[in-house]
């Protein structure tokens, strides 16, 4: 009798408990995944994708920085406590690095993100065609940017650059890159027609970088000539306080955890008018010394350059002088001189490139590759020259041994 009661009591409880869910409003703080695929929802997960983006693009700027010679972390700086930002700055990288972890993650999600909703939006039927297009134009950009960071910073080894995608095989960062410009393309076929052609300067401009960093000059050439062009903005990730750049709390006013070197001080020193592209301000160690950390993102909103004119006059002045054309290689770099406000150079050698590519893109994210392009890298033999995929995606891998 009394097991009868009992079931009896259960199943009450299940049609009960049945009903009640039935009757629930929908959710007021969540959104249910299928809610999403809907035409009034376009914007929305475009914000997001473009969310995603900055929340990976300042965190691997300042992450590279650390690992090339553009950032130090010392712990004579108040504030400087991380353990993981040592091993970045050392070379001597944990499998268990959280920080690089972050990074990873939010590069994994923003590329996830991007290609999600170009499922979804193969899904709905009724977007606005002008939604439609810039919710593409966004999608494909990113993945094809996350492919690029993902073959540029990321490594198993120590010298072997490269990444992964959804828990798939490691993919050497030629082949990554080859992957980004696919991506780049479909980007370039849903750029705007109506920004006076901005859009389509952006994707040109990336697609030069990545060819550049491949070593193909020649199309680094042509895609930089129809990049972004003086007067054009840069092409930059936003943030709010509610998601803020994170130079502000890792090296920046907010926290400073790394200075950077004291040659960007040096520049300034020999030449007063490099403080015009050279944005730092100094900070007192716990010793007295006197430190210098950048003042190019000084507040949480501060947005973060992804690409700009400046760099492809720069890709245009290193790809016209490895082709003996010092004549153009020179005024390439002069008319970034010119809108610092800094005096015209009469020569140019690759040294002078690499030079302007050290201040004019000071703190993008580039310092890392530009130091193993020009075989100068400046930690020892053995140590760490891209960051280290950790042991959480090695583990949840099996193509990674996990």
């Known amino acids: ?71 130090v972390f010392d712990q004579d700086v108040p504030n400087a406590t991380f353990p993981t930002f040592r091993e970045i700055d050392e070379g001597n990288i944990e499998p268990d690095n959280n920080s690089i972890d972050g990074l990873f993650t939010n590069l994994s999600e923003a590329r996830y993100f991007a290609e999600d909703l170009i499922r979804r939006l193969g899904e709905i039927s009724d977007a606005d065609p002008e939604q439609e297009r810039e919710a593409m134009y966004t999608s494909y950009l990113v993945s094809g940017l996350m492919r690029q960071y993902m073959a540029s910073y990321f490594g198993l080894n120590p010298t072997e650059p490269g990444g992964v995608i959804n828990a798939g095989p490691f993919i050497p960062a030629s082949e990554m890159y080859n992957l980004a410009l696919e991506h780049y393309q479909l980007a370039l076929g849903k750029a705007s027609t109506d920004d006076g052609g901005y859009q389509g300067r952006v994707v040109n401009s990336l697609i030069a970088r990545v060819h550049l960093l491949a070593g193909n000059y020649s199309s680094a050439a042509t895609f930089a000539e129809n990049g972004l062009v003086s007067g054009d903005e840069a092409f930059s990730a936003l943030y709010t306080t509610q998601s803020p750049n994170d130079y502000y709390f890792g090296g920046g006013r907010g926290r400073t955890q790394w200075i950077v070197d004291f040659r960007f001080n040096d520049y300034i020193t020999a030449d007063p008018a490099e403080a015009n592209r050279i944005l730092i301000e100094t900070i007192e160690g716990s010793s007295g010394t006197i430190y210098y950390r950048q003042a190019a993102f000084p507040e949480q909103t501060s947005p973060y350059p992804i690409v700009t004119w400046q760099e492809m006059s720069l890709i245009i002045a290193e790809t016209s002088l490895r082709n003996n054309d010092s004549g153009r290689a020179l005024s390439a770099v002069n008319s970034v001189r010119a809108f610092y406000g800094l005096g015209t150079l009469s020569a140019i050698d690759m040294d002078t490139i690499i030079t302007e590519r050290d201040k004019t893109l000071f703190l993008q994210g580039h310092r890392m590759m530009d130091e193993k392009r020009f075989n100068q890298w ?25």
Not at 378 to 401: C, F, K, M, S, Y
């Open 378 to 402: 400046h930690l020892p033999t053995g140590t760490w020259q891209v960051l280290r995929i950790g042991e959480r995606e090695i583990n949840a891998n099996p193509n990674l041994g996990g």
């Open 1 to 71: 009798m009394q097991r009868v009661l009992i079931f009896l009591l259960v199943g009450f409880l299940f049609y009960a408990c049945n009903d009640y869910v039935q009757s629930v409003d929908p959710l007021i703080d969540q959104v249910e995944d299928e809610r999403l695929t809907d035409a009034s929802q376009v914007i929305f997960l475009t914000k997001g994708v473009q969310q995603r983006m900055a929340t990976t693009v300042a965190l691997a700027g300042m992450l590279s920085g650390g690992l090339s010679d553009e950032m």
